[in-house]
């Protein structure tokens, strides 16, 4: 199995330390995501070879400043370890997060955002 991997996006500096160093102490990779890689697929910025993936003009991609993390080639265990030293470390709340799973491998990091936003701004709604 791979090495464990997080996809970072638009962290702000206190929450980018944070992870930084939750993610060296248990062995996980950290890839900071840039605006020019939104088009690729998300499995591709994991490592994973996409053989049908879908072309997107990097110009019509939407860009997002919203803080997103996708967690990659992670056990539960993993999952549930970094999870947990996150809010041990009182890193700043991040609400948009994902795992890599085989329906959003080939899906780009835009797609995935609109995807997490819809989601979460659903939950806030049950949840009023």
């Not at 062995?27 to 697929?41: D, W």
């Not at 329906?103 to 955002?113: E, R, T």
Request: with cysteine; glycine share 4%; hydrophobic share 45%.
């Amino acid at each position: 199995m791979a090495q464990p991997l997080l996809l970072t996006y638009n962290l702000k500096p206190g929450a980018e330390a944070g992870i930084d160093r939750i993610c060296r102490d248990l062995g996980i990779r950290v890839r900071a995501v840039s605006p020019g890689e939104y088009a690729l697929p998300i499995g591709a910025l994991a490592g994973i070879p996409i053989a049908k993936a879908a072309t997107h003009d990097a110009l019509s991609i939407q860009r997002f400043d919203d803080e997103m993390l996708v967690m990659c080639h992670m056990l539960s265990n993993e999952l549930d370890a970094f999870l947990k030293a996150m809010r041990a470390a009182n890193v700043p709340r991040i609400a948009l997060k994902a795992v890599l799973t085989p329906i959003n491998v080939a899906w780009n990091s835009s797609d995935l955002h609109c995807e997490l936003t819809r989601e979460h701004t659903e939950m806030q709604r049950r949840n009023r």
